[in-house]
């Protein structure tokens, strides 16, 4: 649902909408605000309570494949994923 809003001499458009938990506490995002904000499947929502118990949520983009796109470098040595990928910077 859209919603129309004044603010002072400024109206703005806002969307709003409402889904049920179900038995397993899950929710389905509605698709007015999936196609607002650009959710897809493999984002992350951040769920924050405030003091007065309010919620509010922030989307993290966080897209499988997201170094899909980048070229490999060549860097002249050998490396094998298994064992780098949990390196910390400077326990070399």
């Known amino acids: 649902m ?12 806002r969307v709003e909408d ?5 038995d397993s506490y899950s ?6 605000v999936r ?3 650009g959710i897809e499947a493999g984002d ?4 924050r309570v405030e003091k007065d ?9 966080q897209r499988y494949g997201a170094f899909s796109e980048l070229d490999p470098i060549d860097t002249d ?4 994923t298994a064992e780098d990928h949990d390196l910390v910077a400077g326990n070399y």
């Open 27 to 32: 929710i389905t995002v509605p698709s007015s």
């Open 77 to 80: 040595e050998e490396t094998n």
């Open 35 to 37: 196609n607002e904000v």
């Open 44 to 47: 992350t929502l951040r769920w």
């Open 2 to 13: 859209k919603v129309y809003e004044l603010s002072g001499s400024m109206s703005y458009e």
């Open 53 to 61: 118990r309010s919620l509010s949520v922030e989307l993290v983009k």
């Open 18 to 22: 409402e889904t049920t938990v179900n």
